[in-house]
Every structure is written in C-alpha cells, then in structure tokens.
C-alpha cells in the first residue's frame, strides 16, 4: 500500500476564502483521494511562524508535502481538475 | 540572495519561478484574502478582507440574528443572536446545520432567498423547528462585499409571537362576530359576576351602560316560576361554580326592554385549562310565545263564558218561546227560528274570530233565509259600524223577531213589500238604527204582547228598541249603546 498523500493547508482564521479552501479541500479529499490523504491545517493567524516551514506568501495555500516533490497550490482550491493535476492524482487511480 | 540563488538548479529556479506566478495569479484572481509579511522578528499575517471585522462586530451588536453566506451559499459567520435563536452554541453553526432544521419547501425558500439576496434585496418568510418548537421567522438578505469576496447578509427575525399574537387577535375578532352574529341575546360575565361582553341582542334587553355592571345590575329578571326565591346573580353564581343552568323562564323587568319574557341558560366560561373564567349567559325571546299562551288563555276563559252565557240565553229562550206558544209544532218552530239565529250570529263571530263585525253583517245573517241586501227590497244605510261580540248576539236576535214578523205580517209577506234599515242618530253614548217596513200590508197592532217584543225591547241591554206597528208598516227604532 502506498504512502498516503500528506497535505498541510495553511489559512487564516476565518476569512471567506481560508473557509472556501477548508471546504473545497474537504470535497476533493473526499471525492478523488478517499483513505489515502492526511491532513493538517495550519491557521497562520495563532501561529504565523508556521508560515516559514513552507516559505508560506499567500493564504489559502495547500502543500503537498508527501509524495515529493512537495507542490504548493495557491488559493481557495475551487479548480478542482488543477488541484488534482497539482495533487498528481488522476480520476481513474482514485 | 544572488549566491544562494545561483545556488538553485535550474529546476528548482522553475519551480519558484511557477510558483512566484501562480501567486500573482491567485493574487490578481481573488483567491486568496491574506498575506504572510516576513518582519524584522516575525512573519505577520494580514487579511485582504477589508472591513471583513468590522461586519462581524456589527453583525454581534445586532438583536437580531444575523448570518454572512458567501456566493456559493456557505456560511462565513453567524451572530450570536442567530445562534441563541437557533439554539446552537456560538460558532458551531454551518450552512448544512441551519439547512437541516428546515423542511424541504422551506429549504427551498431559504436557498432561493440566498440566490437572489446575492443580487438584490430580498425577504422571505421561513417556518423551521428549534427543538419542540415551530419558530417563523422573516429573512432579509442584501448583497454585501466582504473584501474581495462577494455574498450575501442575512437577518434573522422571529416572528412567531407576532404571528401568534396576530393569530389571537384574529381568535378574538372571530369570538366577536361569532357573538354579534347569534340571534339570541350573550352575556358574557366574569368570576366576580361582572359583565365584561354582550351581543347587540343582548343589548336591547339591558339596562343602559351594562359592561362593568352585576348580572343582576345589567339586566332585571324576576322568575315567577320560582316563586321570586331566585334571583339573577344565582344563575351566574351557579354557572361560574360549573353548574349548568338550562331552559330557565323569566321575566324581563328592564324597563327599557323591548321583550317581556325570555328562557336562560348559563354555561361556565372555559377559556384555557380547567379554570372558570366566568360564564356565558344565553337568552332566548319567549315575549311571543307567552304572548300567544296568555292570548290562548284569555280566549279559553272568554269561550267557557260565552259557552255559559249561551247555553243560559236557550234556556230562557225555550221558557219564554214555551210560555207564548199553544202547541209543540208552534213552540218547535219559533224555538228552532231563534236558535238558528242565534246560530248565525255565532258563525259570523266564529267567521270574524269574535272582532270587528260589522250592524251590516248581522242584518244580511239573519235576512238571508228571505232576502239578501241586494235583492233590492232591503235599503241599508249607515251600517258599517263594528259591533262588540256579546252585542252582536244580541242584535241578531232582534232582527230576527223583526225579520220573523215581516215574512209572517208585514212587508216580506208580499212581494212588493220593502225593508230599509238605517243609520238615523249616532250620539256619544249610543247609536239608534231604524227598522221601516213599506209597501206591505196594512199593520194592526197586536192583540198581546209576544215574546218576540220582549225580547226586541228588553234585548239590547241600556240600549233598548221601541217598536210601533204604523199602519204603513212596522217601524222599530233600535238603540245600540257604545262600549
């Protein structure tokens, strides 16, 4: 069994679009990556230090972290075809 | 920066290339709505938001509940208002939650208001469940900017008590027309026995200004059938205690009352719960009944008195015709003439139900056998005068001697004879009708004095006839004292 797919999405308290990311992530994960992701989600507004791991500029961001390459994926995840492509998951492997 | 740049392969200089661009774009898009700012010490965040605090510190300062719902309808903030209204803890409500205490037509509403507040105004009415409860409230959405993000605000107003208040008044607006509406007199009175409603039916029966007053107060009842031991407070006393009363007969002594007698009943007043809140007085018009009952009274006692004096008048009338007459076919005869005149007279009375019959009538009653009023041998003059029932038999009798006479002696024993009968005096007191007799024989007196004669002179009570047998015919001069 392969390694699941390690996600950290960084928001900022509740702002629309942090909430739209959150939202939106948690469909596709549950839609495309069902049992093969983990999530962490880091709200920069408690903990802006955070920001410095991931060289973090723009919130909402998504980071792929595992499998490398790491990829980041900027914004409130709403294309959900160019989070797959980022994510490298395509329909049929899910 | 150079060095460590320099640093990078060429790949990794991609990436950071694609990814400063995919910044920019998401920057220039609108997809993101904060940004990391690396300090002297620290990094900071700072939203894009604009015044996306301060509608979330309006939106706490409002009473009513208050929601931010972003495009896609998803719930960006809830106030807490809105969450004490819908019973869920502050910061848990999601838009699936608020979705979920609605039914499938409100869900419906609900989303078609959020579509359309994204546009324009709009406001909408919603009924959903908070626990056992079924709240209505009134939405109003407007279109708000949240910084970069286009949405929707939505306020929240319970109208449940309005709409229960507007309910009860409507309840007692029904209660209203339902009471004016009934035919019969409703009182309604309190615990204490004070009147505090009644319909227009009732008014009429009540003393004026009845609202505030005692039962008894209000309206003035006496209740013969229970020998005056009951009284009006009673009846209230005993229906506020639970006691129905049903079927009571009284007398309306309101002065100003329009009716004289009615039926009550009285029921308790439940309004809610099992306590009695008063009672509810009905009254039902019984002035006609009675009316018609006491008529019916009167006219039994006037039949057994007529009934008496009637079968007294045969008696005498058989004596005095026995006394005149020489043999049975005579008595038979004159005895059956003055019964069926009596008999007349009777069925006109019985005809006219015992008022307003007319001289006229009872002359054309007892002529009738012989010669109708319009045969031409019979004048009348001034007859069209009502007769009181006792004087009509009375008079019946006379014009039956007179008629008797005049087919046996005088002017209907041939046939040119005539008869004019007139009006030809009308005093305060009494009224004379004059009986001529022409173109008959030639009249002699008689020998003696028949009963017919007595009874045409002593018949008419202080009235009285004076009979005179002219030798051109008989003429009787009859006096009818006026009531």
Partial sequence: MADPIKLVLYVAGETPKSLAAIRNLEKICAEHLAGKYRVEVIDLKKSPQLAREHGIVAIPTLVKELPVPIRKIIGDLSDTPKVLVHLAVEESSS | MTSAVSALSRAELEARLEEAEETLRAIREGEIDALVVRGADAEQVFTLEGGGQSYRT??????????????????????????????????????????????????????????????????????????????????????????????????????????????????ERLARAILASANEAVIVCDRAGHVTHLNGAAMRICAEAPVGKTFA???????????????????????????????????????????????????????????????????????????????QSLLMGELDHRVKNTLTMVMAICARTAAH??????????????????????????????????????????????????????????????????????????????????????????????????????????????????????????????????????????????????????VCQISIPKS
């Fill in chain 2, 58 to 171: 309006f939106m706490e300062a409002m009473d009513v509940g208050a929601a931010a719902f972003d495009h896609d309808g998803q719930l960006l903030y809830a106030n807490q208002a809105l969450c004490t209204l819908l019973d869920c803890p502050h910061g848990s409500l999601t838009a699936p939650a608020l979705i979920a205490l609605l039914d499938p037509v409100n869900q419906a509403a609900f989303q078609s208001l959020l579509a359309q507040a994204q546009q324009e105004r709009q406001s909408a009415e919603i009924h959903l469940r908070v626990g056992n409860a079924e709240r209505s409230m009134l939405l109003t959405g407007t279109p708000l900017e949240f910084g970069i993000v286009q949405g929707a605000a939505v306020t929240f107003t319970d109208i449940s008590e309005r709409e229960q208040a507007a309910a009860a008044r409507e309840s």
């Fill in chain 2, 217 to 295: 107060e209000a309206i003035a009842l006496g209740f013969p059938e229970a020998s005056e031991l009951m009284s009006s407070d009673d009846i209230v006393t005993m229906a506020t205690a639970g006691l129905p009363v049903q079927g009571l007969e009284a007398a309306v002594r309101t002065p100003s009352a329009a009716i004289t007698d009615v039926m009550i009943s009285a029921a308790p007043l439940v309004v809610s719960g099992e306590r009695t809140q008063g009672c509810v007085v009905t009254l039902v018009d019984l002035s006609q009944r009675k009316a018609a009952e006491r008529h």
């Fill in chain 2, 325 to 474: 007459e020489r043999t049975i076919e005579e008595f038979q005869k004159s005895f059956t003439g003055r019964i069926q005149a009596l008999a007349a007279t009777h069925t006109l009375l019985s005809n006219a139900s015992w008022q307003n019959l007319q001289i006229r009538d009872v002359l054309a009653a007892e002529l009738a056998p012989f010669a109708s009023l319009s045969s031409g041998r019979i004048l009348t003059e001034g007859l069209d005068i009502a007769v009181e029932a006792k004087m009509a038999v009375s008079l019946g009798l006379v014009f039956h001697e007179l008629t008797t006479n005049a087919v046996k002696y005088g002017a209907l024993s041939i046939p040119a004879g005539r008869i004019s009968v007139r009006r030809i005096a009308d005093g305060d007191e009494a009224l004379t009708i004059e009986w001529r007799e022409h173109d008959g024989p030639p009249v002699t007196p008689p020998q003696s004095s028949g009963f017919g004669q007595t009874l045409i002179s002593r018949s008419l009570g202080s009235g009285g006839a004076k009979l005179e047998f002219s030798p051109a015919g008989v």
